[in-house]
């Protein structure tokens, strides 16, 4: 980077330097971005306080307190492979802004996509309630409420450090009254019944662990890993959901890259897997009616 700490350079110089650097260091984009250009311009202007569409932002000196703050989060980002959202504390999640920390996954389900475009596969009416199942920092759920505003919209999750942030992100998107968090696993502490269920459950096998990008190693664990090839928790969904869903009800999950082995283990079920123009892969939908009747592929 820059020869001194009092050196004076430009944000647009800081963003060049910063994305050869993170090139260099061999880091990985997954958690918002998919590239050291972006990665580095979302870590300066955050940093800065600066917005993305200022003109003048570029060519904006960096004051050397700044620059000893963007080098420290940079030489963590590049060194430590600390994900940004991290470092700044902030995601962006299907245009709007989170709150992001280590108490939860950094946001990042295709499931955005899906709710951005209004239509959600064989709901044919807007939702009056929803779920968001292991909701981690609550941005499916938050989005789901800004796109249907008349839902009454649950988030829930197992740890309460991950639903303490989804606390903090309801506050910040205003959704008190609206919004309600549950500590629950999986359905075991959740009475009510929706019309919809979206679900971003863990569901890495704890041996791909070993293999997996340093920076997904700063996110919890237990928001990752799952046993039974990943395919545990899924399972368990798919077996009690249908309790939980109203006549008509949809539950639409996220699995990843275990969508071969869920769909290997469930042949014959109807899983529509959806595709995304922005990338993405894993998400399926799936009937409360075609749950009950498929039940027993689910144990």
């Not at 779920?131 to 789901?144: N, V």
């Not at 082995?261 to 075609?290: K, N, Y």
Request: charged share 25%.
């Amino acid at each position: 980077m820059s020869d001194s700490p009092s050196a004076q350079i430009t944000v647009r110089q800081f963003i060049e330097q910063a994305s050869v650097r993170l090139d260099d260091a061999g880091a990985f984009y997954g958690h918002g971005t998919d590239n050291a250009w972006d990665d580095a311009v979302f870590l300066t202007l955050v940093t800065l306080g600066l917005e993305h569409d200022d003109p003048s932002a570029a060519e904006r000196l960096i004051a050397p307190e700044e620059l000893r703050l963007l080098e420290a989060r940079l030489a963590a980002r590049s060194d430590q492979r600390i994900p940004v959202a991290y470092l700044v504390g902030e995601a962006w999640f299907a245009g709007r802004r989170f709150l992001a920390d280590k108490r939860a996954l950094v946001p990042r389900s295709p499931i955005a996509e899906l709710l951005n475009g209004g239509g959600i596969p064989f709901l044919d009416h807007a939702p009056a309630a929803l779920l968001d199942l292991c909701c981690g920092g609550g941005s499916i759920g938050i989005t789901a409420a800004h796109e249907f505003p008349e839902a009454r919209v649950d988030l829930a999750d197992l740890s309460s450090e991950a639903l303490a942030l989804a606390a903090e992100n309801v506050a910040l998107h205003q959704m008190d009254g609206r919004v309600s968090l549950l500590q629950s696993d999986l359905f075991e502490s959740i009475p009510a019944a929706y019309d919809l269920i979206l679900t971003n459950p863990p569901y890495v096998a704890a041996e791909e662990m070993t293999d997996i990008p340093d920076e997904y190693r700063h996110e919890p664990e237990m928001g990752l890993v799952c046993d039974d090839d990943g395919l545990g928790l899924p399972l368990r969904i798919l077996r009690d959901a249908a309790e939980h869903l109203n006549p008509g009800g949809v539950l639409v999950m996220e699995v990843g890259y275990s969508h071969p082995q869920l769909s290997a283990r469930l042949t014959g079920v109807p899983l529509v897997w959806l595709e995304f123009d922005q990338g993405g892969e894993g998400v399926f939908a799936i009937t409360r009616a075609d749950l009950c009747r498929y039940r027993e592929h689910f144990i």
